[in-house]
Structures are given as C-alpha cells and as structure tokens.
C-alpha cells in the first residue's frame, strides 16, 4: 500500500491557515518578551503563555491530522477559524481589550472565510469576531500604556474606541457581503474554465480519432477488397466439402459487413458537415440498432425489454449516436457474452437505455474518470469507446453512467431527452 498523500484544495487551505497560526503565535511570543524585558509592561505572563501553548498545541494536532486521508471538510474549516477567534479573545482580554492596537486582527479570520467557505460559514464567524470585539469594549484587564488619553477602566464613552469598533463593524459587513460573492464568482469562473478547457481537449481528441478512422478506412479498402476477390475465388474452386464452403460463405459475409463499415465512417463524415439526422421512434431505433449488431457479434446472446404502455417518443438519430450505444454494447459483449440485458424505457422528457452484463464489472477508476477528457484503458478496452460515447452523449444534453450491478456486472445508463423536449 502507498504511504504517498495526494492533498486536496481544502487540505491546502488548512495548511496555509496553520501556517498562518504558527506566524502569529511566534509575533505573539515576540512581543510577550518585548513587553516583558524592554516594556516592562503588568501582564499576566502566565495566562497569556497558557493561551498562546493552547493555541500551539491544537496546531500541531492539526498538522498531525493532515497527515491522515480524512476529507477536510468545511465545518472543520469552520472550528479552525473560531479557534483563532476564541484564542485572540482571550490574549486581547488579557491585554488591554479594545484599546489593543492588535484588535483588528479579527479581519484575518473574516477575510478568509470569505475567500474560502460559504456565505453562511462568513456570517458565523462576522458575529462571533463582532460579538468578541463588542465585549472587549466593556470586560478586559487594562493596560494604562495601551490606553487613549482619558480613557479608564470601565469608561464606554471614549470617542476613539467606538469609532474603532464601528470602522470594524462595517468593514465586517461589507467583507461579508460582498468578498464572498466576489470569491464565489471567481471559483465558479475557474470551474467554467476548466470545465472549457477539458472539453476543448476531448474534443481535440476526438477529431484526432477521426482523423485517424478516416485513414485507416483507406488503408482497409484495399486489403478487403483483394480479400473479397480470393475469398470468392477459394468459393469456386472444386473438391470443397460441406463445411469448408460453409466457412468460406461466413468469410465473405464478414468482408463484406467490414466494407459496409468503412462505407458508413465515410459517409458519417460527410453527414456530418451538414447536421444530417433523422426523427424516428426510439423502440424502432433501438431495435433495429440491436439486431443490426447482433449480426455483428453473433457469440452474443442477448434480450431486450420496452417497459412502457405509451407511445414511443421520437428522437433525432445520426450515425454516431448509433455507434455510441453500439460502443456500449461491445464494452457489456467483452465483460460477459451471454445475458446481456437491454432494457428500453421512457417517460414524458427522457428516453432511459440500461444495458446489464454478468462480467467482473468497470473498475472504479474507470467509472471515476468518465467526465475527464481523456479515459484510460483497461486489459478489455473501454477507454476509446467510452471517451466517444460520452462526447456524443454530451452533444445530445444526454447522461452516461456506470455502476456495479447488484448480482455482478456492470448497468450502464444512458439517458436522452426527446427530441420535442430538446433538439440535438
């Protein structure tokens, strides 16, 4: 098993908080001993060392945690964030209170739960970090050197300290209102761009397939044909028994499907240029599509089912939906040859296609990786074909899914709207 830690944004995040931390906690040491040596400030030292060892001590549990696969959630985030704010509550009590110039701090934890989490998760930590600097005003232990001229223990008048608390009260508001939609806003755009730009690579690496059918249909005629011409030669000739004559017809009938095929890629091709499709009832689609590929794949035993009482809907068909679910097909005939099942059903908006097989089912990586651009093989394939069935699936505002059959195997669900719901 692999020691090796793969970390997550969240994790990152984490980590940059604790590190945040440790920086702060090596300030509030610094200046403890400044107070202390050069000052020679009244603090309770004791307290304040407790404080600051409580701090560190839940930092380094929290480095040591992210040593361990657990999923940093945002509720965690949360706590880590609340814990700096009870930890600053409790040094500035212990120090001067309000009048603290360090009191402003409280922004740090603010700001980057507006970066980071929820809007709600912000509005939590914008009351408790108000709500602290609130009583700060009224209970701490004071520090005459830290105090504005007139101002006494107790007092809750003074004109400086109020005005420092309502400049941080509204710079707590307006954070919380408007740099988390600005956050949001940015990692949603983020998102949209990587979603872009794993379509502009799929699709990249589809015309690279195209291109690469497109000569390899070249490269077939030739060889089929001179293939076609002795196979039909070997068919004439005399002293053939009965069985010979009978594979050599099969030989033939073989050639002659690859030869539809290259003829259909081409023709997919120059279809394609001009949007090309055709309405048609999907239980006549799908079951001209299955006997079309059983010829194709006559070791196969498979059924279908049409679980519906209503009319069939129609649906906007062109040659690379057909070779999709084709493509599915042969990933459930390579798992498993015998009882595939294919099920066809429909309601008011979508058309639902689920193909069931008994082989030893996709693996889990596989099936992870069916949104990305690029699909990686297994020892039976199912990388190629999948990437190309999804791409279609997607053109179609269709859904492609995988998951484990209850009795082994693998269901794969394909789902497409009608074409009165939404046109291709």
Same mark, same amino acid.
């Given at each position: 098993?692999?020691?090796?830690? *793969?970390?997550?944004? =969240?994790? #990152? ?22 107070? =202390? ?57 212990? @120090?001067?209170?309000?009048?603290? $110039? ?10 980057? =739960?507006?970066?980071?989490? $929820?809007?709600?998760? &912000? ?5 408790? @970090? ?11 232990? $004071? ?11 107790? *007092? ?104 539809? *095929? ?70 459930? #005939? ?14 008011s908006h979508n058309i639902y296609l689920k193909i ?6 996709? $693996? ?13 093989? =297994? ?32 269901? &794969?669900?394909? &789902?497409?709207?009608? *074409? ?5």
């Amino acid at each position: 098993m692999s020691n090796t830690l *793969t970390f997550t944004a =969240s994790d #990152a995040n984490l980590r940059r908080l604790l590190i945040i931390r440790c920086l702060v906690l090596i300030a509030g040491t610094s200046a403890l001993i400044y107070a =202390s040596q050069v000052m020679s400030l009244m603090l309770p030292y004791i307290l304040i060392g407790y404080t600051l060892l409580f701090l560190a001590l839940i930092t380094l549990f929290s480095f040591w945690r992210l040593h361990y696969l657990w999923a940093v959630t945002d509720i965690e985030y949360l706590v880590q964030l609340l814990v700096d704010i009870v930890g600053l509550t409790l040094l500035l009590y212990l @120090s001067g209170g309000a009048s603290n $110039p360090f009191i402003s701090f409280y922004l740090v934890p603010l700001c980057i =739960s507006a970066a980071v989490l $929820p809007w709600s998760y &912000t509005w939590i930590v914008a009351g408790l @970090s108000l709500a602290a600097y609130s009583l700060l005003l009224f209970f701490y232990i $004071p520090i005459p050197e830290l105090n504005p001229q007139g101002m006494h223990h107790g *007092t809750s008048n003074n004109t400086h300290i109020w005005g420092m608390w309502l400049n941080f009260a509204f710079s707590a508001i307006l954070i919380t209102l408007f740099v988390v939609r600005m956050a949001s806003a940015l990692r949603e755009k983020e998102t949209q761009e990587n979603a872009q730009r794993e379509d502009l690579l799929r699709n990249e690496q589809i015309l690279a397939v195209a291109r690469l059918a497109a000569g390899t249909a070249h490269k077939l005629g030739t060889p089929l044909s001179t293939m076609a011409i002795v196979t039909e030669s070997l068919g004439e000739s005399s002293g053939l028994t009965i069985e010979q004559r009978e594979d050599i017809a099969l030989l033939e009938t073989q050639i002659n499907q690859c030869k539809e *095929t290259l003829k259909e890629l081409v023709q997919t091709a120059r279809l394609s240029n001009i949007d090309d499709k055709v309405s048609i009832a999907c239980d006549n689609f799908i079951e001209e599509l299955c006997q079309h590929w059983l010829m194709m794949r006559p070791e196969v035993s498979s059924t279908l089912k049409i679980d519906s009482d209503t009319p069939a809907p129609q649906i906007n068909v062109e040659a690379t939906l057909e070779q999709a679910i084709s493509n599915l097909l042969n990933n459930a #005939a390579d798992a498993c040859p015998q009882d595939i099942n294919v099920n066809l059903s429909w309601d008011s908006h979508n058309i639902y296609l689920k193909i069931s097989d008994q082989g030893p089912g996709i $693996p889990q990586q596989i099936r992870e990786q069916l949104d990305s651009p690029a699909i990686k093989h =297994s020892s039976k394939g199912l990388g190629l074909g999948l990437l190309l069935s999804h791409a279609t699936v997607n053109r179609y505002n269709g859904k492609l899914e995988l998951y484990p059959h209850p009795s082994g195997g693998t269901i &794969t669900s394909l &789902t497409l709207p009608h *074409t009165e719901t939404k046109d291709v």
